[in-house]
Structures are given as C-alpha cells and as structure tokens.
T-cell receptor
Framework: TAGITQAPTSQILAAGRSMTLRCTQD?????MYWYRQDLGLGLRLIHY???????GKGEVPDGYSVSRANTDDFPLTLASAVPSQTSVYFC?????????????FGPGTRLTVL | GQNIDQPTEMTATEGAIVQINCTYQ??????LFWYQQHAGEAPTFLSY??LDGLEEKGRFSSFLSRSKGYSYLLLKELQMKDSASYLC??????????WGAGTKLIIKP
C-alpha cells in the first residue's frame, strides 16, 4: 500500500511562476490537509478538506489554493510564488473520525523559490 | 491565542530514559498527539491521549494532565534510532491540530 504520495520531491521555482504540488492517497480517507514546515516553527496548516468537494482555510492560506475533486487527490497551487513560500510542504490525510483523528503524512515536497 | 511549548533540543545516552515535556494552550481540547520525525522524513504517529493519565506502548509512554495543560513523552531503553524530532500537537475545538516546533532528541553512545 502506497499510503500518501507527493510530487515532486523537490523543486526550485522562480519567483512569480505558478506551481502545483500533487498529493494522492489510497487509503480512502475523507479528510486531507496541506501543511508547511519551516525551521524553528511548528507545522502550519495551509488548507484542508473534510470530504471530497469541500475545502477550508487553515492558519496560513494566503498565496495558496486547493481543490478536492475526488477522494484521492488534493493538489496545492501557488499562483505566483514568492521567496517566503520556500518551505517543506507536507500533505496528510485522516479518516475523518473526529474523536481519534490520526493524520498520516506524505514524504513531503521541498520547494525553493528564488 | 493558541500555543504549544516544548524544549528545542535534548540530549540523552543510549540505554537511558528521557522525558520530553509539552505544555499547550488551545481553544478547546480534543486530544494531544505525539509524532516522531526523522531528519528529512515525514512525521509519523506515536501516541494520542484525550483522558488524564499514562498510555504505555512498548518503549514509549505518553502522559496527559488536562487540568495543567501538560503532556510528556517518555522514551525508555533509548536506541540510536530514536534520534529524531518529537512533535507535540493539540487538537482544538475545530478538530484542527496545533503543532509545537518539535524537540530534537540527540542520542549519544
């Protein structure tokens, strides 16, 4: 079982360019999440989706957009990248059982914006 | 505001015991999670506490005191492979995780 896959593994992007980070899970989890992880800071939630067809904003949504057309995929798009978006991005999923909602993480995408 | 505090770094000796503390202040509380993250890898789930007390799982145990807003992760019989960052996260009233910055644990032979 693959679990959660993310692509690309790493990317260097010129400022002003757009990019989509891909995330796919095969666990049939209802909920999916995008986080960014920066040195010295905790994981910060960018956007989330509780179920296919719905999305919500997290703590740091500005400059990012998401869609959830189906259960398995949850792409994150940077419309016009800026250097402050240099980070490691993790996608996660959970079964959506709110009482014990353990999140499972993908391997991450390391993004550098120059 | 919402806040999770844990030490930045700790050092321990192989075979010993180490306790990593975490204090939390979140809007509502629906449980406390601990994750392990090796350098360059994804976080992986270790434990979940929602009731006061100690949960033991092999060499790892996690404790919660809701009245004190306090948790700790106890690692026994430390092995070199336990060198990693340990992330504390509190689930708030919206069922979203609020994460600490992590504690980097260095194990020395």
């Amino acid at each position: 079982t693959a679990g959660i896959t993310q692509a690309p593994t790493s990317q260097i992007l010129a400022a002003g360019r757009s990019m989509t980070l891909r995330c796919t899970q095969d666990m049939r989890h209802n909920a999916m999440y995008w986080y960014r992880q920066d040195l010295g800071l905790g994981l910060r939630l960018i956007h989330y989706s509780n179920t296919a067809g719905t999305t919500g904003k997290g703590e740091v949504p500005d400059g990012y957009s998401v869609s959830r057309a189906n259960t398995d995929d949850f792409p994150l798009t940077l419309a016009s990248a800026v250097p402050s978006q240099t980070s490691v991005y993790f996608c996660a999923s959970s079964d959506g059982d709110l009482s014990t909602d353990t999140q499972y993480f993908g391997p991450g995408t390391r993004l550098t914006v120059l | 505001g919402q806040n999770i505090d844990q030490p930045t770094e700790m050092t321990a000796t192989e075979g010993a015991i180490v306790q990593i503390n975490c204090t939390y202040q979140t809007s509502g509380f629906n449980g406390l999670f601990w994750y392990q993250q090796h350098a360059g890898e994804a976080p992986t789930f270790l434990s979940y506490n929602v009731l006061d007390g100690l949960e033991e799982k092999g060499r790892f145990s996690s404790f919660l005191s809701r009245s004190k807003g306090y948790s700790y992760l106890l690692l026994k019989e430390l092995q070199m492979k336990d060198s990693a960052s340990y992330l504390c996260a509190s689930m708030d009233s919206n069922y979203q995780l609020i994460w600490g910055a992590g504690t980097k644990l260095i194990i020395k032979p």
